[in-house]
Every structure is written in C-alpha cells, then in structure tokens.
C-alpha cells in the first residue's frame, strides 16, 4: 500500500493554486431529445430511445472524474447508458448525432463505450491479453477511503452509489459499496477519466460505483482538450451529475461515514442529537 500512495498524485494536476477542478455541468449542446435542467448537472431524454447524447461544459483535467448518477430508468427500451471522451469540441458541431455509438465514434477522435462490468481492458503494447490485471472487489470505505488510478488518488465516498433511505438502506448500501449491483442499475454512478503520460498519449478509465473497470483506451490525444460524452440511451432515462472532493476528506464527509457505519440503518439518524444540517447530510449526500 505504501508503494502506491508514493506514486500517487493529490490535486496535482490543477497547481498549487487550485487543488479543486471546476465542478462539472452539460453542455449547452446535446442531443434533440435531451433537457438540461436550470443547473447544467441534470440531463433527461424527454422523448424515443435515442437522440440522448450529452458533453461536458469544459474539457476535463487531466484525472478529473465526470460522475453522473443514473436517476431514471425507462423499461421497454433495450441498451443501457453509454459513456466516454472526446477530442471534438461540443460547439463545432452543425449537429449532434443521434448515437454515440456508431454515430459519433465515426466523426474521429472519439471513444466511448457502452457501460458493462467487464469492460474491454486494453493491454499496453507488448503485454499480452492475460496478463492485463483485473481490478479486486473493491475493500469497504473505511479501509480503504481513496481509488489509485494510475498516477491519481481519489476519494471513494462520493463514487458510489447510494439508496433511497429507508429500512433496508444499510443492506442496498453494501450492494453499491461491493459494485455486485448491475452496473446500471437506479442509483449506480459511473465515472469517466483520463490519466495522461509523458509520451503525450492519456489512458481512459470509466469507473462504475467506486471500482476502476482498467484501462478501456489508450493512446488517446493528451494534449487536445478531450469533453466527456455521456449518451442518455434506452433505457437510462434521466442522469444527474455528482460533484467529487479532491485531495484529502473533509471532516464533514469524515464524519458521515463514521456516522453511517454505526448506525442499523439511514432512517435511525434521525434519532441522533446531531444537527440538521449534518443529518441530511448524512442521510441523503
């Protein structure tokens, strides 16, 4: 453990002055069927099972996680969200294309796939197929509170999914937290990164309720800005987008996973001589 906390990078790639990136919204451009909400961080398809495709407002930073929450299903479509990079610029677009896969990977300089638990992870050159390491289950929060990809270190607590609260939240919770939840399932979040290397070529990872699924490209172009692209496809209807902390916990979000794990369930915080505010927090964050 100590070997990778030393190669690790915290906040890093935004300079001693910002340890923060920006928060992340959608684009002003996306697809005909999709509405953004007032905020920039909620996006649903309002009509068919297509024209669902989304970008990030600005490209992102180099181990900076676009995290959406999948909010709404819709039965009867076939095919799931679908998630990925770009190099193209969102606002050079004449039109969106109704897919993200084939449609927009065909324009060039694009890489999206759609969400599976066992992601095509791509070997590097000369590695052969099965010695590409396959991530571990992923240990509980309070063991082990940060994800390592690559040269990054991010805080678990926000990439996992959480229940509705209510009786059965402590055993929904462990469901998200172990990722034995389908990978699209009401509540997972799913994450996308790229983690750039000195030949300037990055890695893209996609991230599914706090596992790293390895690297599913590379060679992409580090340099270029690269947007992320979210497709609002089939049967994921409506995704909201989650605001991570970088660099170390704060004492707040501390102190709500110390509070969750001694409690039977989210309805018993209610019962705690705690402050509201903290409550909620703890209950609906």
Known sequence: MAAAS??????????????????????????ANIRVDPSGTRATRVES??????????????GQVFLVEIEEKELGWCGHLRLGLTALDPSSLAT????SLPDLVNLGHTWVFAITRHHNRVPREGQHEAEVVVPSRPPALLEEPYLCIEQFRIPRDRLVGRSQPGLYSHLLDQLYELNVLPPTARRSRLG???????DGTADMHIVINGEDMGPSARGLPAAQPLYAVVDVFASTKSVRLVQLEYGLL???????????RSVVHRLAIDGLHLPKGLKDFCKYE
Do not use: K, M, N, Y
């Open 192 to 198: 996308v990164l790229f983690c750039p290397h000195q």
């Open 6 to 31: 030393d190669r690790v990078e915290v906040g890093a790639p935004w300079g001693p002055a910002r340890l923060e990136p920006p928060s992340t919204r959608f684009h002003r451009v996306h697809g």
């Open 250 to 260: 704060s004492l707040q979000t501390l102190c709500r996973l110390v509070i969750q």
């Open 96 to 99: 969106v294309p109704e897919f």
């Open 49 to 62: 099972f297509a024209h669902g495709v989304c970008f990030s407002h600005e490209p992102l930073a180099p």
